[in-house]
């Protein structure tokens, strides 16, 4: 399994933003030991330290919850600040946002701020009950879970089922998009998904009766494999609901030989029409000439292109449809609903809209 993309401590730290209260004498504390001094700790580890009564009560020693002290000046993944919670519960396990976040799942933006840790107990237990905890009870399997760097962590496929009803079926198809994901690119760049579709799949079908499973089937429904981003998900779900025909995440376009030469984010290889989402990191120079040699050989091979940022998809997307219709139309495509004549006046930094 792929190491996680775990995140540093900042707006998802969930000590961010609180006050603590700070005990202790004025007397500058002596310095910790360097295996405390890096990351939130227990109390059993300051013993076993030997870190005597005063030095625990020093001010420089955050105080999140019970049992546990943080390092003022402490900077540290995500993870490291689960696993004195872990340690202590015994069976706890982090679960919901918390997990995701731990996963480096897509999540929306009203959850970067979020404070609370997520932890699990099984059913049976009482929940967590500590400050700053956000306490569950979750019936588990042993392949629900996954260790990482001995920290229990509900498994991507259980994370995804235990959001689920936090999320719009929208921002569900993001996260399954991003968990199907897999691919091999022409300049040999591998993505292996972190749970293949018929798997994630047949997992959640098992699970017929949690909570949020309605807005999971809908999502799944729209679930695709190839999906590099979220704003790429984002893209094809407007293009699906529009009018528009169905545009396949990276479709191989093959030259004469039947060598692959371009794979654009979204295709409809029927009216030979692509488009690309480029976002930022799109405007460094070097990116610049690469996406010149991929839009000029895209064109060469006889495609109707498509470049579209994200100031494209305001409106719900008007003026990205707009313009894909009018590529459509030109290679073949009936447009039945006149999507294409709209006018996009003014949306093109011009002062008339002459096509």
């Known amino acids: 399994m792929r190491y996680p993309q775990i995140c540093q401590i900042g707006p998802f730290s969930p000590l961010r933003g609180f006050n603590f209260s700070l005990t202790g004498s004025m007397r500058k504390p002596s310095e910790l030991p360097l295996h405390l001094a890096l990351r939130p700790f227990t109390l059993a580890q ?55 976040k731990i996963h480096g799942l897509y999540l929306p933006s009203r959850f970067q701020e979020r404070q609370l840790l997520d932890l699990s107990r099984p059913n049976g237990s009482p929940p967590p009950r500590r400050r700053h905890v956000s306490g569950h009870r979750l019936k588990l399997e042993r392949t629900d879970i996954d260790e990482f760097g001995g920290v229990p ?23 399954g998009d991003q968990i199907v994901c897999c691919h091999q690119r022409n300049n040999g760049r591998v993505r292996i998904a972190t749970v293949e579709l018929n798997v994630l ?45 169905e545009f396949q995440p990276n479709h191989k376009i093959m030259d004469d030989a039947g060598h692959s030469l371009v794979e654009p984010d979204l295709a409809c290889p029927k009216y030979r029409t692509c488009t690309e989402y480029d976002g930022e990191h799109h405007d460094s120079p ?13 064109q060469s091979l006889g495609w109707h292109q498509v470049v579209l940022r994200r100031e494209d998809m305001r409106n719900g997307g008007l003026i990205a449809v707009t313009k894909l219709a009018r590529m459509l139309v030109r290679g073949g495509w009936p447009d039945p609903q006149n999507l294409a004549t709209r006018s996009m006046l003014g949306a093109l930094n011009v002062r008339k809209d002459f096509s």
């Open 46 to 100: 300051a013993h076993h330290a030997r870190l005597s009564a005063r030095r625990i009560r020093s001010a420089d020693l955050l105080k999140p919850s019970r049992g546990i002290r943080v390092p003022q000046t402490v900077d540290c993944e995500l993870l490291d600040h689960c696993r004195p919670y872990t340690a202590l519960t015994g069976d706890g396990v982090i679960s919901h946002i918390t997990a995701a």
């Open 153 to 175: 962590v509900t498994s991507a496929a259980r994370t995804f089922l235990d959001i689920a009803p936090l999320l719009t079926v929208d921002e569900l198809v993001v996260v």
């Open 201 to 245: 799949q047949a997992y959640l079908a098992q699970h017929t009766g949690a909570r949020g499973y309605t807005k999971l089937r809908a999502a799944m429904e729209l679930v695709r494999v190839g999906v590099d981003s979220a704003p790429e998900t984002r893209l094809r779900l407007t293009i699906n609901r529009s009018g528009l025909p």
């Open 286 to 298: 070097e990116q610049r000439a690469k996406d010149r040699d991929r839009d000029f050989i895209t």
